[in-house]
């Protein structure tokens, strides 16, 4: 009876450490769909000269493997940062046939992770510095480029815009009001800095969204519309905040929003880039689905009662 008790033990706590290290793996990729492109990529770190940083701020490139030179994307992140998540979402993006470059700002302005609740003012300097280093870089196809942001990443996009090197712009439930400003406020103004963008536009954003509100993105696709310029507003239905990047309690719905709106960035800015828009998706180019999950055309999801406050709709991990 002891050896039958130990041995139980034994391969208990060799199973325990399995699924530890199998949980550990799963911890470093995003979940659900990975829609990756048919090209195989690379990567470098490089810097930057910042007087806003006073000193060097080292940007991310990625770009498809070999010599062939593609059009250029300026990537802006939101306030999660650098992080485990958006490396995956980098080379994704690269692997349809683009040269993307990020630069670190929170990292050269020592800026926290998520807690801040407006940005230091060097942020703006620090991006027009990196969009100029960018633009001297070889690694690119000569010509415009096109930026994209994610949530906070918008409100300096805004401020990109007006550069003469810019094509269009692509917004990830993107913020376009001032957080510093009392809650009353955010939900019905806008940045100034929104008279800068006179360029093809896309916003994508979900109906779930408690946090970055669909307003303010219905607001900006009016405004362009009244002054002539073309853009795209696409609302995902019951899709949550950061359906391109969330871990925890991710839906069918973001699933989903999260494959529609790689395929609508890739071909929005080769629309306005001459990029090869024919690089789609492929089954062999994505990582599997979970076999309970199957992709429709129009897929039921489940209701679910819409949270009641603020509070109890966002989850601790994500960010504007």
Known sequence: MYRIITNAIVLFLFWLMFALAVASHAAQFDYGPQPYGPLQTEERWGTYQSDAAEGDVRYFLVKPKGEKLYPGIYYIYGRPGFDHRLM??????????FT?????????????????VSDPPEVVPVQIDGFQAFMKLKERSPGPVCIVSTVRGGQYALRLASQPEVACYVGYHPVFTDHSLPE??????????????????????????????????????QYLKMHGIPVELVIYPEAQRGFDFRVNGRSLADDLAKIDSMN????????????????????????????????????????RPRATSKASAISTEDGQ
Request: proline share 9%.
């Open 88 to 97: 995956p979402e980098l080379h994704r993006l690269a692997s349809f046939g």
């Open 100 to 116: 993307v470059f990020v630069a670190h700002f929170q990292e050269a302005l020592l800026i926290p992770v998520l807690i801040p």
């Open 184 to 221: 009353q406020h955010q939900d019905v103004m806008l940045m100034p800095e929104v008279r800068n963008l006179k360029v093809p536009t896309l916003l994508m954003v979900g109906d779930w969204d408690f946090e970055v509100r669909v307003n303010q993105s219905k607001r900006i696709e």
């Open 264 to 303: 609508r960035t890739v071909a929005f800015v080769s629309k306005y880039l001459g990029g090869d828009s024919n690089l789609d998706m492929d089954s062999n180019a994505m990582a599997p689905l979970p076999s309970s999950i199957t992709l429709v055309p129009q897929p039921k999801v489940v209701k």
